[in-house]
């Protein structure tokens, strides 16, 4: 999704893949096939490239702060990079900067565990502080007799590097991204403020802008993020997400520095995408119009479910919505795996969410 605008800008893409048939490496023309982990390969990747940013988290740190000592312009630069790779960092810099974090600690035994949960009451959040998404890697234990069952197996089994990481459970209403990006000479946008709707820790749905968020609480989420933007030194896109609570006060769940699943809906709905708006950064051009082309755009994350042969289903769905935008990510289909969402626009929030449920379920063989 980064490639399109990279086409229409002249922009030159190279890029170092896994494999083949990763999504990407189907529709960019200069693929290197290396490993992401391996420093030879990647510096010999980098090799040529002006500027190198990312669309994961995962390169290690070492390998960047490696490239950044040759001369490469590393995009955003592992030192902010490194505060969306390890959560135990993240808390850490952000209580510093006096962000709305919930209370953590790293604990390194099953005592620790036990203790923390204590003093904040159960249930608590008990994280891996690298390596996980989409739900992966995070855990809600319920007492401290889960904890015993739970804690020792998950301390055996956390990444290389990784440290747990216990979370007061945040009783939050709903949950909030925003979105904004950021060049190398300081200028940054906002984008409006989303509502992110999860299912078994998978975003499956954003509405923008987040009804019934108050004028001053979207600022000040807007704000929040480009102050974090500012302060962790991040180029191109920052997406912070939110734990609203009922009270309509906030707190920091995570961070990512790339383009971001709840920003998709920028693609057909703001005047610029995020896409376009983290190239731009990266290349240190003036960012693009981040406000929206319609009052309301509702995205609909496509999960892996029984439909395989995905294009086949457009017949019907567009038959039936002529406005509707859906874009495939070149996946082979897996039962839950993100393969592709839509973007439905309109005036009417209820029935634009309509739309796109319903072409999102058709495209899972929900409905038929």
């Known amino acids: 999704m980064m490639y399109a605008p990279s086409i229409a800008m002249g922009i030159t893409v190279r890029l170092l893949a896994t494999a083949p048939d990763e999504s990407a490496a189907q529709i960019v023309h200069d693929v290197v096939i290396g490993a992401h982990t391996d420093l030879d390969a990647v510096r010999e990747f980098a090799a040529g490239c002006d500027a190198i940013t990312f669309d994961h988290e995962h390169v290690p740190t070492a390998i960047l702060e490696q490239l950044e000592a040759d001369g490469v312009a590393v995009r955003p630069g592992p ?44 249930p608590v959040i008990g994280k891996a502080s690298r390596g996980g998404y989409d739900g992966k890697g995070v855990w809600k234990i319920d007492s401290a007799e889960h904890a015993a069952e739970l804690v020792p197996k998950i301390i055996d089994g956390l990444p290389e590097g990784a440290v747990l990481l216990a979370e007061e459970f945040v009783d939050f209403t709903r949950e909030l991204s925003a979105l904004v990006v950021r060049s190398p000479s300081g200028q940054a946008v906002a984008y409006p403020i989303s509502e992110s709707i999860q299912r078994d820790g998978v975003c499956v749905e954003t509405i923008t802008p987040a009804p019934n968020l108050t004028a001053d609480n979207a600022v000040a989420a807007q704000q929040l993020a480009l102050g974090l933007a500012h302060d962790l030194g991040v180029v191109g896109v920052l997406a912070v997400e939110l734990m609203e609570r009922a009270d309509g006060t906030v707190v920091v769940n995570e961070l990512a520095m790339r383009p971001h699943n709840t920003g998709h809906w920028t693609i057909d709905g703001a005047h610029t ?48 919505d002529r406005r509707l935008r859906v874009e495939f990510y070149g996946k082979q289909v897996r039962p839950g795996r993100k393969v592709g969402h839509v973007n439905a626009f ?13 072409a999102a379920d058709y495209l899972m063989g929900r409905i038929s």
């Open 79 to 122: 030192a902010a990079l490194v505060h969306a790779q390890d959560k135990a960092v993240m808390r850490e810099r952000l209580s510093a900067l006096g962000a709305p974090c919930p209370a953590h600690r790293v604990v390194d035994d099953l005592e620790a565990m036990i203790n923390f949960g204590a003093e904040q009451g159960w």
């Open 273 to 320: 995408s995020q896409f376009e708006n983290h190239l731009r950064a990266v290349v240190d051009l003036p960012l693009g119009d981040p406000t929206p082309r319609a009052k309301w755009t509702v995205m609909s994350n496509v999960l892996g479910g029984t439909v395989a042969d995905l294009p086949s289903a457009l017949l019907h769905s567009f038959a039936r």
């Open 346 to 358: 309109g005036d009417d929030l209820e029935l634009v969410r309509r739309r796109a449920h319903h």
